[in-house]
């Protein structure tokens, strides 16, 4: 269908082909996103600045490693699960 035909038929703009999405697969693609953001970086690490003592203008500090491991299997969890999610939400019932 050419563009001159869709304009006569009130059709441009519209989307009547797309299904709507359904929740589990909006679930599963953020799944799909945690699996592989965990596979690349394994976790959130941050550091914090702690100030031991001051002695007038002399001040001693440490920096403090913390974060959140998340471990591969995890990941793979997360990954499977998603896939499996947006699969199934994807069959017509």
Known sequence: MCLRESTRRGKVGTFTNIAPVKPAGIVGIVLIIVGIIGF???????????????FGPLEIKHTED???????????????GGILLVALSARKT
Do not use: H
């Open 40 to 54: 690349a970086y394994g976790g959130i690490t941050w550091s914090q600045e702690k100030k031991d003592a001051q």
């Open 66 to 80: 913390q974060g959140i491991k998340f471990p591969p299997i995890v990941s793979g969890i997360c990954l499977v």
